[in-house]
Nanobody
Framework: QVQLVESGGGLVQPGGSLRLSCAAS????????MHWYRQAPGKQRELVAIITSGGSTNYADSMKGRFTISRDNAKNTVYLQMNNLKPEDTAVYYC??????????????WGQGTQVTVSS
């Protein structure tokens, strides 16, 4: 079994920064792309950023220039550095990863989510 555990959320003032982490543990034979999503109250879950196993990144337009996704393959961990946070960034942030099992198949896993609240 595989677990993804997020951390680093909290309350921050507009213009502030937070760094989220998501660590994968368990029966892992490799990790493919790792993603961050977010879901605000009353809204659909949306993609924030993605990073491939090779380190290529892509961002939703509203996060470009403010958010940076990175990963440490040795630690099976993905990070999301969020700068210049705005009230509209308030949401539960989830990580998602494709994890290779012992059979070679990739299986998708979600973390439990971490709350980010941007408010003065």
């Amino acid at each position: 079994q595989v677990q993804l555990v997020e951390s680093g959320g909290g309350l921050v003032q507009p213009g502030g920064s937070l760094r989220l982490s998501c660590a994968a543990s368990g029966s892992i034979f490799g990790i493919g792309a790792m993603h961050w999503y977010r879901q605000a109250p009353g809204k659909q879950r949306e993609l924030v950023a993605i990073i491939t196993s090779g380190g290529s990144t892509n961002y939703a337009d509203s996060m470009k220039g403010r958010f940076t996704i990175s990963r440490d393959n040795a630690k099976n961990t993905v990070y999301l550095q969020m700068n210049n946070l705005k009230p509209e960034d308030t949401a539960v942030y989830y990580c998602y990863a494709g994890v290779r099992s012992g059979s070679g198949a990739f299986v998708g896993y979600w973390g439990q989510g971490t709350q980010v609240t941007v408010s003065s």
